[in-house]
């Protein structure tokens, strides 16, 4: 699996967009980008996910750069609920059993 | 559906003993997981199961031992519980069609003293 760079934390006010950046420079052509997240004391949640296009759902945005080096995860109006670790995943699609590797991921903070 | 469920919440054990984790998922998902995650951590891998009576080691498999004898439970077992072992332990499933997109249970949080 590729190696994924994340900032240790950020912070971001209430209402605003929280843009969290991950580098995943020697990402290989088969590979995915995913974003879990996980509240304090709570599992992994999954948020989304995406190969070459840009992607959205209803938590949240997905934007990777045309090299796919980078990627940004974007909650358009972050809650006081977003405060979570956040988890960038670099991914083949397996055939038998996913092993996801999590790091140790950003902490955002979301600030009243 | 309750999703993927995970007894007991919290437990502490004695050195050398032994207890089951217990976790199922009502998803009727073909791909199970167990992972550790040590404070201030990310999650590693114990073991894995693709189906009923298939399981296959992970990253730190040492001092666990699993079964997976329906689709619904994949319980997680420690035999001689030491103080590495203390940790939050979740459980996770899948569906084979999208494998990556993994649905974890609440936790087991572990102290072995």
């Known amino acids: 699996d590729a190696k994924t760079t994340q900032p240790t934390s950020m912070d971001c006010a209430e209402g605003r967009a929280a843009n969290l950046p991950c580098n995943h420079s020697?990402?290989?052509?088969?590979?995915?980008v995913y974003w879990y997240r996980q509240i304090h004391s709570q599992g992994p949640q999954y948020i989304i996910h995406g190969l070459k296009n840009n992607e959205t759902n209803e938590m949240a945005s997905l934007i990777i750069t045309e090299d796919r080096k980078s990627s940004t995860l974007i909650l358009p109006h972050a809650t006081l609920r977003d405060t979570a670790v956040y988890y960038c995943i670099v991914r083949v699609h397996e055939t038998s059993g996913s092993r996801l590797t999590f790091g140790e991921g950003t902490q955002l903070t979301v600030n009243p | 559906n309750a999703g993927v469920t995970q007894t007991p919440k919290f437990r502490i054990l004695k050195i050398g003993q032994s207890m089951t984790l217990q976790c199922a998922q009502d998803?009727?998902?073909?791909?199970m997981y167990w992972y550790r995650q040590d404070p201030g951590m990310g999650l590693k891998l114990i073991y894995y199961?693709?189906?009923?009576?298939?399981?296959d080691k992970g990253e730190v498999p040492n001092g666990y031992n699993v079964s997976r004898s329906t689709t619904e439970d994949f319980p997680l077992r420690l035999e001689l519980a030491a103080p590495s072992q203390t940790s939050v332990y979740f459980c996770a499933s899948s569906h084979p069609d999208r494998q990556e997109t993994q649905y974890f249970g609440p936790g087991t949080r572990l102290l072995v003293l």
């Open positions: 020697t990402i290989s052509g088969n590979e995915y």
């Open positions: 998803m009727n998902h073909n791909y």
């Open positions: 199961s693709v189906g009923a009576g298939i399981t």
